[in-house]
């Protein structure tokens, strides 16, 4: 399976393509895409679009990975985050490409085991996992990061993942539990 990670920004998109191949994860190819500084946002926009469209059409990923938003103080880059994301959405569907989407503390925990793990503690476990003789960007290996987690998740059946469901479920009451 063939998956292509995406780590959304209007300054730096990360992107990487990761195969899995039985056990076995490979990176295919990553990087950045960051449009010239002076452009308004619908150019950087475009441009991250089409490089991205790029990138699909050159790896041909069965599914491409977005990060889903999070929230910032400023409300004025939270907007902005969420035009890049529907640039990349938009994207990955006009080239008829499944989209899967995760929060970043989702993609930590399946990539560190840590919801709350830094940018360099991913970038190291990135690396690690997929056998890289360099530590990517920390944009790129976000997006590997996303395509990893992808790919750990889709190995798991359907009642497996159900059974995870519930288990999250679970273990969410019994801490709200705890606390009172």
């Given amino acids: 399976m063939l998956v292509l990670g995406l780590d959304p920004g209007s300054r730096r998109t990360g992107f990487g393509v990761v195969e899995r191949s039985g056990n076995r994860l490979r990176c295919v190819h990553h990087g950045t895409i960051a449009p010239r500084a002076k452009l308004d946002l619908p150019q950087r926009l475009h441009?991250?679009?089409?490089?991205?469209?790029?990138?699909?059409?050159?790896?041909?990923?069965e599914c491409v990975v977005v990060e889903k938003a999070f929230y910032h103080e400023s409300v004025h880059s939270t907007l902005v985050l969420g035009h890049v994301r529907g640039a990349l959405l938009v994207t990955a569907v006009a080239r008829s490409v499944a989209v899967a989407e995760y929060s970043p503390r989702e993609i930590k925990?399946?990539?560190?085991?840590?919801?709350?793990?830094?940018?360099e503690q991913v970038a190291l476990m990135?690396?690690?996992?997929?056998?890289?003789?360099?530590?990517?960007?920390?944009?790129?290996?976000?997006?590997?990061?996303?395509?990893?987690?992808?790919?750990?998740?889709?190995?798991?059946?359907?009642?497996?993942?159900?059974?995870?469901a519930a288990a999250e479920r679970l273990a969410s009451l019994m801490a709200k539990g705890a606390r009172r």
């Fill in 47 to 61: 441009e991250i679009a089409a490089r991205v469209g790029d990138v699909i059409e050159q790896t041909r990923p």
């Fill in 126 to 164: 990135v690396r690690r996992l997929l056998g890289l003789a360099e530590t990517p960007q920390s944009d790129a290996a976000d997006a590997l990061a996303a395509a990893v987690c992808h790919l750990h998740r889709a190995r798991l059946t359907a009642p497996a993942r159900a059974m995870s």
């Fill in 109 to 119: 925990m399946s990539v560190v085991g840590n919801g709350g793990a830094t940018k």
